[in-house]
Every structure is written in structure tokens, then in C-alpha cells.
């Protein structure tokens, strides 16, 4: 593929409601990042897979939030009884080896908004 | 991870050399400096990546000085659609996967 796509690129949701992102990361790349990003913000790190293993879920915000790519390719943030306060965009990334030093190549982001 | 401080904000004309500076004191011996540009409704892309004194690609400019506790993008003649924003980065390739990228700097180039 030509680079990393997020479906949906919109999504509305009222409070309370399940969402599922998700991610086509670039052919072949081992490691995938999530990011969330709020209006004006950087992009705040949430989760890693490195293939299918979920190295580092350190900045998941909370238990309401699970993600998985469990064929080591696609990847899919799930957010449960979704609040306002969810309501950001969230950026998929993919790497060859995940280290910082890595480039990495990210998608055009999933705006997500809680009504 | 390296602590990194950016201006939040600046603005340019076109045509006119821009230099964007880091401050990264913290900076660990292995770490590198990676900078990243983002536009409204995109993410991220990779703009240059160094370890000391100066790399140049054909976007920018890295400038690093000898105690590496600060960086500096340079952008040449920049034009409205350099308009972004620009992150600095800082870490090396076993400090593990968690990514800071700060709020970075506004970058608006007018007419």
C-alpha cells in the first residue's frame, strides 16, 4: 500500500456509545503506534504493537479504551461507553523497528466526536 | 526521555529563512534529535533526524552545537504552504517505544 489509512475518517458517536478505529498500517512494518490528539495538542502516545504483541500500553487513559492487531497487520482501537471527554483525533502510526529513531509514517487520523 | 522546550509560536514572511529551536538539556548520550512537520487535518511526517553538529536534506536544515543541549531547524525561503506545526523530538533507539511530542512550535509564513 502507499501508506498508512485510518477508517473512518469521521466518526459521531453520543456518550455512552462503543467505537472501533481502525488502522491499515504499511506492508510489512513490524510496529504500530496509536496516538490521541486533542485540538491544539501534540499527539499524546496511547498504546505499541510490535507485530501482533502489545509492548507498551502505558498511555491508554483508561480500561475503557483497548486496542489489538492480532494478525500482526491491521489494528483496531476499540473505546467503550465513549465520554466528551474522548472526543480528539486519533492517529495510527507504523514503523520498521518502533525505535525513536525510526521514522515514522503516519496516518491521516480518525476525528472522533462525542456528543 | 529527554524533556523538550520549543517556542509555542512563530510567524514569517515567504522568502524569508525560519529557525526553530529546541532546548533539550536533559539530553543522554545515545539520544537523537528528530523533527517532525504536521498540517491541519494530516499527521506527522518526518522532516530530519541528527546526532551532532549539522545535517541537511532537501527540506531542512539540523543544526546542532557540541554540547548537544539545544537544536535548531532551519528552513530555507519558506513559502505559506510551510505553514505547520513542528515537533522536536528527542531519544535513542533502545530508550523503548513511548513517543513525546510535545506541543510544538506554530509555524504561520505570511504573504
Redesign the interface.
Same mark, same amino acid.
Given at each position: 500500500g502507499a501508506g498508512?489509512s485510518q477508517s473512518p475518517r469521521y466518526k459521531v458517536a453520543k456518550r455512552g456509545q462503543d467505537v472501533a478505529l481502525r488502522c491499515d498500517p504499511i506492508s510489512g512494518h513490524v510496529?504500530l503506534?496509536w496516538?490521541q490528539q486533542a485540538l491544539g495538542?501534540? $499527539?499524546?502516545?496511547l498504546t505499541?504493537f510490535?507485530n501482533e504483541a502489545q509492548?507498551?500500553k502505558?498511555?491508554l487513559p483508561s480500561d475503557r479504551f483497548f486496542a489489538e492487531r492480532p494478525e500482526g497487520s491491521v489494528s483496531t482501537l476499540k473505546i467503550q461507553r465513549t465520554q466528551q471527554e474522548d472526543s480528539a483525533v486519533y492517529?495510527?502510526?507504523s514503523s520498521t523497528t *518502533?525505535?525513536?529513531?525510526?521514522?515514522?509514517?503516519?496516518? $491521516?487520523?480518525t476525528r472522533l466526536t462525542v456528543l | 526521555l529527554a524533556k523538550t522546550t520549543q517556542p509555542i509560536s512563530m510567524d514569517s514572511y515567504e522568502g524569508q529563512e525560519v529557525n526553530i529551536t529546541c532546548s533539550h538539556n536533559n539530553i543522554a548520550t545515545n539520544d537523537?534529535i528528530?523533527w517532525y512537520q504536521q498540517f491541519p487535518?494530516? *499527521? $506527522?511526517?518526518?522532516i530530519i533526524?541528527g546526532y551532532k553538529t549539522k545535517v541537511t536534506n532537501e527540506v531542512a536544515s539540523l543544526f546542532i552545537p557540541a554540547d548537544r543541549k539545544s537544536s535548531t531547524l532551519s528552513l530555507p525561503r519558506v513559502s505559506l504552504s510551510d505553514t505547520a506545526?513542528y515537533?522536536c523530538?528527542v *531519544?535513542? @533507539? #533502545?530508550?523503548?517505544? @513511548? #513517543?513525546?511530542?510535545?506541543?510544538?512550535t506554530r509555524l504561520f509564513v505570511k504573504a
Open positions: 498508512v510496529s503506534f496516538y495538542q501534540g $499527539p499524546e502516545f505499541y510490535q509492548l507498551d502505558s498511555g492517529l495510527c502510526a *518502533g525505535a525513536i529513531t525510526d521514522t515514522q509514517y503516519f496516518g $491521516p487520523g | 537523537y528528530t487535518s494530516q *499527521g $506527522p511526517r518526518f533526524q506545526v515537533y523530538l *531519544g535513542d @533507539k #533502545t530508550g523503548g517505544f @513511548k #513517543t513525546i511530542f510535545g506541543a510544538g
